[in-house]
Structures are given as structure tokens and as C-alpha cells.
């Protein structure tokens, strides 16, 4: 018989000794006691011990194999504390030829371990935190073998799902110990989209549970892993290809990124190990996750820690795999709130909007489009929260405060009462919105202004009626290409823009032609990468490069708007030569549906979007050449800080109520009322109450906002005074301050205006 190790009896016949131990009907700690003598007499080790995480994160000794028995249940260790508390903390195995000479040695009289010098500890991993510690020790001074290792491991995942499942401890004993996050917390993140709602976690791309951790039969499971990893890299190879599949519309990196995950020795090679070690497959992704998890977890550096998301999402699709899964086929809650590393566009409108109650991301940006359409639906989004997934599991009760940027996982009753009691006034303010739903937006002192909201879908048009909004300042007719998995054909886009329009009657409708590129890529268009997308070919670029695709649209545009008036913008201009270019694309479709009869708008009106610095400078030059312009503030403002507004570490370096960004729309407007230009500011901007009382003073009349800022705003309009307002602006415009919110604050709380 060997000094250590698994005898000839081998790891699988270990785990189904386990299993029946397990499934006994002896009492808790009994069942412990014989699965510490099964593993220490099949490992040939003269200790097995168990500890287990308590809620007060300590460890304690819940059964011992060759310990002092008297210790049981007394032998407490701190993370960190002794090597058993070493293996908690770093969540990863630890194997010692002399353990007592180890500068974490840490001797505990009453368990009576002295004589021992071999050490071999792995952790019961949970959700890639560590729960317990699984321990077995040898008088002799040896080295346990990798396979050794890899065999403690394996005894420790099933034991670690088996504690969690209450399989082997009774509940009351399960009470008090932390297998999984289940307390009360509260983490912080940013606002993305504001609001209040609480309801139970649904993972976006669920994992999906084993429902068999060990394997009847070895080759079997070998065979399901091997053709769920040819199907996994079939289905990205097939995206890559430019086939359809359920990544569509995730970047064409991403996705490289993906593959080449997915084809990484040591993933597949740990894989199959687990596997052969006597898992089912599933069994197999889930312990290799695990370990992934809790090793990159002690990485500082953002990009270690940002390849574990992307194995993480890839056992993900494995598992589903797997399963035989598919997208779309699960049922929610009436009160579901999504929990996803980040979402697309298309991926949040896949869910059924009336059971979507609020959204949670770990990643992101209030600019990223999830965000955008995230507010255009009004559910209420908290993003950046490290770690999120890792600490809730589907089910859980979740607050998302997105006027707070907070989320509490698992309130308590009374938080829970405190938010319904918040979710009740905030109703009471909306029924005070609807109120003024009808109420012409003029300032206390008779300035008429022009409220209208922003949109890019169809569900965003019954915001129209509900707002009171004066019609669409911001159409983002590109939202249609994003959650398409193909090109849309010009009676789809006529049929979208015809909608709009209808739904509109009388009220303006500005249409802006198709802004990708940069952070909106689309899988159906080929496209070259670029090293700085946000500064590349996007917007009215890759429509001048392309004049089919945006001749396309403006066909449809024409079309749509036959016999009455169509206000049509170009994003992204940044020359004049490039609005030339773009308004001769209009003429040449106005002609060549001249030449064929086709009815034409009744009015056409041609805008430019100014969002790039450069035009600060040639405003005298654009706009005698258009009908109108459009200030995009979220852009603008990111190319004049040269911070990226969809990265999170350099987005908040600036203030938009900086003198220097109200200078330059204080510039562009002055410019505007000299040439008689109507202006408008369609950016994120307008929506916010405070922003957009700071554009009043500046002289802006129409605004843009999204839906659910129409409301406030207009209640901001209905209490302002603007000459008092506007001769405090002016005093502040001079200050050398990097931000005046503070003192905006002031001015308006001094004026009485309600923000």
C-alpha cells in the first residue's frame, strides 16, 4: 500500500463512498466523522480534517480523522490564521513536505497535530469564495504529488455543493455558516439609469447548476465534454464566419477573444482532468470556474481580473452547451431584476419588457447603450458593481436605487419597507408630472420653450403621449441596425421611420442617419479594427465611406415622409465639406425618386449635429449651409476632455458645468441667434434638471431629453426666472474652477428654482 495518495481503489470509487456516506440517515455529525475516515483511509493519510466558514468568517474544525476529537467544534481559525486559515484566505490549495517549518504554521495545543509534518489543504469553493478547508497530514516528511492535489480538489468541490445543497449538514447546523453569500448587503455602484424597484435576481446567461456532480460512466462524460467544446467553437467560428448564432451582436474581438479562450490548452486540458477524475461534465466546468475564480480574484491588475470575466462567460455558454439550452426560452418574475457583467442593447430588449423591474451590471457606463435604452424603457440601472454575480445567486431579493447608484442585496424588511415607502412618494411625484403633462413649458417671466424627448425605439414612441413631450428632438434610427442580427431591408426601415412619423402627427420628428461604429459595432458589417475606434471611421464617416448604406436610408427617410415635412441630421460632422458631401447624397435621392414619380416630403429640412470640437471654430462656414443644428453634448464633451465617455476610469474626470464646456455652447448658441439658426440640445444633458436650467441661462429655448427627464425639467421651466438667472450665469462663466455645480446649486436654490 502506498505512503500517500489514493489507493489502487482510485478517486472515483472515493467520491461514491463519499456520495453514500452522504446519503445516509445517521445524524450530521456522524455522516462528517465517516467522510473523514473514507477519505483519510483512501488517501492513506494518518489526518482528515474538515473546518467550515461560520458567519462570523472564522473556520471552524467541524470533523477530524487522527486530531483530537475534543477539538471538534472548538478549534476556531481566523482567514489567514494558521495554514487552514492560508488555504481560506488565498482560496487556493496549499501542499507542504514540512508544514511546521512554514512561516503560517500556526500550533493548536488542543488538536494535538505536532507530530504531523506533511500538509496538504484545498478549499470548498462556493461561488469563488472559499466556505471551508479540506485537510490531510502525514507524520513523515513527503510531497503530495500533483494528482494528489488534484484528487483533494475534487473531493472538495463535491463536498463543498453538498454542504451548500444541506445535503450533509442539517439545517439548523446550516444556520450559522456562511456557505454562500445569504446576508444583507449593500454594495455601491453608479447610476445609469434612475428610478427605484426591488424584485429576485435572473442571471443574464444564467449558469446553469449540475444537476449530477459525479459520473455513472467516465467515458460517457468524456464524450458530452468533448462535443459540447466542438460545438462551443463551432458556434463563435460560425460568428466570426458572418453567420448567425448567440453572440450576435458582440464585437468582432470580442469574439476572437472568445475563440481564442475557448481553444486554450490549459482550460481544455483542466477540463478533461476534472473530468477524469470522476465529475459529469458539468460538474467539470463548474470546479474549473471555481478555481479560475478564486485564483484571479487576487489579481490587482484590471486586465487579469478582466480575462477571468471572459472565461467565466465562456463556461457559462459551455454549460448551456451543455445543458442543450437556448437564449429566450426561460421564464421571468413579474418582478425580475437583471443581473448581467454587462448587456448590449439587443440583449436587454430580448427580455420582456413588462416583467423587467430593474437592471444590474457589473461593468458598463451611463453612456453605453444598454444604459441609454435602459432609460429609454425607464427601468432603473445601477452599473459598476465589482463582483456583483459572485455574491447573489438567482432568486435573491435585490434593491436597485438608481437614484442612489446602490443596490442591497437580500434587505432586510424594514430597507424594504423604507424603498416602498420611497417607491410611493416617487409615484406621487410622477402623478405630479402627468399633472403638467398638457402645461405649456414657459418661464415665470413668459420664455416659451421648446420640450421634446429623445427616442430610438419603437416602444419609445408611447412616451410621446405620456410625457407631453412637444415631439422627438433625437431620433436614433441606428438602435434598428444594433438589434437586428441582420441589415435591415428598405421596407423595414420605411415601415420603422413611417411609424414614427404616424405616431408623431404634428409634432417635429428629427431623424439622425446612422451613428455606428466606434462603441456600436455591428457583426453583419464587415468592417477593418481600428486602434482608437471612438476617433475612427464612425457616424457620417462610415456613411460617406459607404454611400450605399446611407443612401439606403435616406431612400427609406424620403419614402417614409412622402407629403409631409422631414427633419433629417448628420452625426459627427467635423467639416464643412463633410456636410457638403452628405447633403449631395440627399439631393442625388431626392432626384432619383424624381425620376421614378415617387411622391417627396413636403418640406425637407437638412441639420448637422455638432459634436465635434473642430466646428467651434467654423460655425460661421456650416451654418449658413443648414437648416438647423443639434448640439450632441455626450460626444462633444468627451472629444473636448479627451476622456472616452463609455470607459469608466477616465469618464467622471470632468464636470460638463465646467466654464469651459458652457463657454463653447455659450459660443455655438451666440453664433446660431446670429444667423438666425434654430438650435437645439439633444445630448443626456437636457434631461437633468440642473444641466438644463444651466443651458436656459446660456439662452438655449428647445431641448431634447430623454422621457423620463421630461417631467422634471419641465417642472424646473415652470419655476424659473431666466433674466435673474442669467445674469448669475454670467458672473460664473469667468471663474477658473474645474466644475460650478455648486454653485449653479446655489443660484437656483437662491431664485427659488425647483431642481
Not at 484528487?151 to 444541506?166: N, R
Not at 463633410?578 to 447633403?583: D, I, L, S, V
Request: include cysteine; charged fraction near 25%; glycine fraction near 8%.
Amino acid at each position: 500500500m502506498p505512503v500517500g495518495g489514493l489507493t489502487t481503489r482510485g478517486p472515483r470509487n472515493l467520491l461514491r463512498q463519499i456520495r453514500e456516506a452522504m446519503a445516509g440517515a445517521a445524524p450530521a455529525q456522524e455522516r462528517l466523522d465517516m467522510v473523514v475516515r473514507t477519505i483519510a483511509q483512501s488517501m492513506v493519510a494518518e489526518v482528515c480534517s474538515i473546518y467550515l466558514r461560520r458567519a462570523s468568517g472564522e473556520l471552524e474544525l467541524f470533523a477530524t480523522q487522527g486530531l483530537n476529537p475534543e477539538a471538534v467544534h472548538k478549534t476556531r481559525l481566523r482567514p489567514g490564521e494558521g495554514l487552514v486559515g492560508e488555504v481560506a484566505r488565498t482560496a487556493a490549495p496549499i501542499s507542504l513536505s514540512d508544514a511546521p517549518s512554514h512561516p503560517s504554521f500556526a500550533y493548536r495545543p488542543e488538536t494535538g497535530e505536532d507530530p504531523y509534518h506533511a500538509f496538504l489543504g484545498a478549499p470548498l469553493l462556493r461561488g469563488g469564495r472559499a466556505i471551508g478547508v479540506l485537510v490531510v497530514q502525514n507524520r513523515s516528511e513527503r510531497r503530495y504529488d500533483e494528482e494528489e492535489v488534484e484528487d483533494i480538489q475534487t473531493i472538495a468541490m463535491v463536498l463543498a455543493e453538498t454542504v451548500a445543497s444541506g445535503e450533509l449538514l442539517a439545517q439548523d447546523e446550516l444556520r450559522d455558516i456562511e456557505v454562500a453569500p445569504h446576508r444583507p448587503e449593500r454594495l455601491k455602484g453608479q447610476r445609469f439609469a434612475e428610478g427605484l424597484a426591488y424584485g429576485h435576481v435572473i442571471l443574464h446567461e444564467a449558469p446553469v447548476p449540475p444537476e449530477n456532480l459525479l459520473a455513472e460512466n467516465q467515458q460517457v462524460e468524456e464524450i458530452r465534454l468533448r462535443e459540447a467544446l466542438i460545438g462551443l467553437k463551432a458556434n463563435i467560428d460560425s460568428i466570426l464566419d458572418g453567420g448567425q448564432g448567440k453572440l450576435a451582436g458582440q464585437s468582432f474581438e470580442v469574439l476572437e477573444t472568445y475563440r481564442m479562450f475557448a481553444d486554450d490548452r490549459g482550460w481544455n486540458r483542466s477540463l478533461e482532468e476534472a473530468v477524469r477524475t470522476g465529475l459529469t461534465a458539468e460538474a467539470a466546468v463548474d470546479r474549473v470556474r471555481n478555481e479560475h475564480r478564486a485564483r484571479f480574484a487576487q489579481a490587482r491588475d484590471p486586465y487579469i481580473k478582466e480575462r477571468l470575466h471572459d472565461f467565466e462567460d465562456l463556461a457559462n455558454r459551455l454549460l448551456r452547451v451543455l445543458a442543450g439550452d437556448r437564449p429566450g426560452e426561460r421564464d421571468l418574475p413579474d418582478d425580475a431584476i437583471l443581473v448581467a457583467r454587462n448587456l448590449g442593447p439587443a440583449d436587454l430588449l430580448e427580455y420582456p419588457r413588462h416583467k423587467l423591474r430593474g437592471l444590474l451590471l457589473e461593468e458598463g457606463s451611463a453612456a453605453s447603450h444598454a444604459a441609454i435604452v435602459a432609460r429609454a424603457l425607464q427601468i432603473p440601472c445601477v452599473g459598476r458593481i465589482m463582483g456583483l454575480r459572485d455574491r447573489l445567486s438567482e432568486g435573491d431579493l435585490v434593491i436597485v436605487d438608481g437614484e442612489t447608484g446602490e443596490t442591497y442585496l437580500r434587505p432586510r424588511p424594514d430597507m424594504l419597507a423604507a424603498v416602498q415607502s420611497r417607491m410611493l412618494v416617487r409615484s406621487e411625484r410622477q402623478a405630479e408630472f402627468a399633472k403638467l403633462r398638457d402645461v405649456p413649458a414657459v418661464t415665470l417671466d413668459g420664455t416659451r420653450i421648446t420640450l421634446l424627448t429623445n427616442a430610438g425605439l419603437a416602444v419609445d414612441l408611447e412616451n410621446l403621449d405620456a410625457t407631453g413631450a412637444e415631439g422627438i428632438g433625437l431620433f436614433r434610427t441606428e438602435f434598428q441596425f444594433m438589434v437586428s442580427e441582420e441589415l435591415p431591408r428598405l421596407n423595414s426601415q420605411t415601415a420603422l421611420y413611417k411609424l414614427v412619423l404616424d405616431t408623431a402627427g404634428d409634432r417635429p420628428v428629427i431623424f439622425r442617419t446612422l451613428d455606428i461604429g466606434g462603441d456600436k459595432v455591428l457583426p453583419y458589417l464587415e468592417t477593418e479594427r481600428e486602434e482608437n475606434p471612438a476617433l475612427g471611421r464612425r457616424a457620417i464617416r462610415l456613411g460617406l465611406d459607404r454611400p450605399g448604406l446611407l443612401r439606403l436610408q435616406l431612400r427609406a427617410l424620403l419614402t417614409a415622409a412622402a407629403g409631409r415635412e422631414l427633419r433629417v441630421m448628420f452625426p459627427m460632422i467635423a467639416t464643412v465639406d463633410e456636410f457638403r458631401a452628405a447633403r449631395e447624397l440627399v439631393d442625388v435621392e431626392c432626384a432619383w425618386a424624381k425620376r421614378r414619380g415617387r411622391a417627396l416630403p413636403a418640406l425637407l429640412r437638412v441639420g448637422a449635429m455638432i459634436e465635434c470640437p473642430s466646428l467651434l471654430w467654423h460655425l460661421d462656414a456650416l451654418l449658413p449651409l443648414t437648416d438647423f443644428v443639434s448640439i450632441g453634448t455626450n460626444d462633444l464633451f468627451q472629444y473636448m476632455f479627451a476622456a472616452d465617455r463609455t470607459n469608466p476610469l477616465v469618464s467622471e474626470r470632468y464636470d460638463p458645468l465646467s466654464p469651459p464646456a458652457l463657454r463653447a455652447l455659450a459660443e455655438i448658441q451666440k453664433k446660431c441667434a446670429d444667423t438666425g439658426t434654430p438650435v437645439s440640445v439633444c445630448g443626456e444633458l437636457a434631461g437633468k434638471p440642473l444641466e438644463a436650467f444651466a443651458l436656459l441661462t446660456l439662452g438655449f429655448t428647445r431641448l431634447s431629453a430623454p422621457a423620463g427627464g421630461v417631467g422634471p425639467v419641465k417642472r424646473m421651466i415652470l419655476s424659473a426666472d431666466l433674466p435673474a438667472a442669467r445674469r448669475g450665469m454670467t458672473n460664473l462663466l469667468g471663474s477658473s474652477a474645474g466644475s460650478i455645480r455648486g454653485e449653479l446649486e446655489s443660484l437656483a436654490r437662491k431664485l427659488n428654482v425647483t431642481i
